[in-house]
């Protein structure tokens, strides 16, 4: 890991796996430290509040954001969800690395708010495959897998606004290369690697 604490913001579209592989890598490497974001939305039946989220009304939500403690914020869905702007500046004065897994939406302001912060964006190795995760988590209706579908294209054309992007095609590869990335050696993952950016965008097209 670096030696002094940085911020790191992972984005992804809906069904790349981005949720799995920040878990994995905070698992493997607990001296992280994850930002748990707000949201409105409910909860899903295998989450826990201040676990996976910080569960709240919209009332609080809009008093928390109106009060300055919105690092970033985005509605997703019908929902919203937000960075804790104290929780992240605790840790990082601290001396401690800091994780968000947000929205590219939410990365944007991030970057404005945080320039110094590394930026990384997770794809599915084709939009086919995303379609087929998105499917078999069977918690969605046919509606809304379409609407995801649609969003996940859109979401996926704003890779170019990232420091690094990752391909989640295989999960030991991917936190093997987002570990490169947390180390300061992610030139593989560049956005400005042109062998990268050829493949990124075959999977963009849906080549």
């Known amino acids: 890991m670096t030696e002094k604490g940085k911020l790191f913001v992972f984005a992804a579209p809906s069904g790349a796996g981005k949720t799995t592989l920040v878990h994995a890598i905070v698992t493997k490497h607990p001296e992280l430290r994850f930002s748990i974001s707000y949201t409105t939305r409910k909860p899903r039946r295998n989450e826990a509040n201040e676990v996976d989220y910080l569960f709240v009304s ?26 804790s702007r104290s929780q992240v500046e605790r840790h990082l004065a601290d001396n401690r690395s800091v ?64 420091d690094h992007v990752i391909i989640n095609d295989d999960l030991d590869k991917a936190v093997l290369e987002l570990e490169a990335v947390l180390q300061g050696r992610g030139e593989a993952t560049s956005t400005k690697n042109r062998a990268l950016r050829r493949k990124v965008l075959r999977i963009v097209r849906g080549d």
């Not at 919209?58 to 929902?79: C, P, S, T």
């Not at 495959?129 to 509606?143: A, M, Y």
């Open 99 to 162: 994780v968000l897994e947000i929205d590219w939406q939410g990365a944007r302001q991030v970057r404005e708010s945080m320039p110094d912060c590394v930026s990384v964006f997770i794809l599915p190795p084709s939009i086919d495959e995303l379609e087929r995760r998105l499917r078999n988590r069977r918690t969605d209706s046919e509606e809304v897998i379409e609407r995801r579908l649609r969003d996940a294209q859109s979401d996926m054309s704003h890779w170019r606004e990232f």
């Open 58 to 83: 919209k009332e609080e939500f809009m008093r928390l954001r109106d009060a300055g403690e919105m690092l970033e914020y985005a509605e997703v869905f019908d929902n919203y969800y937000a960075t």
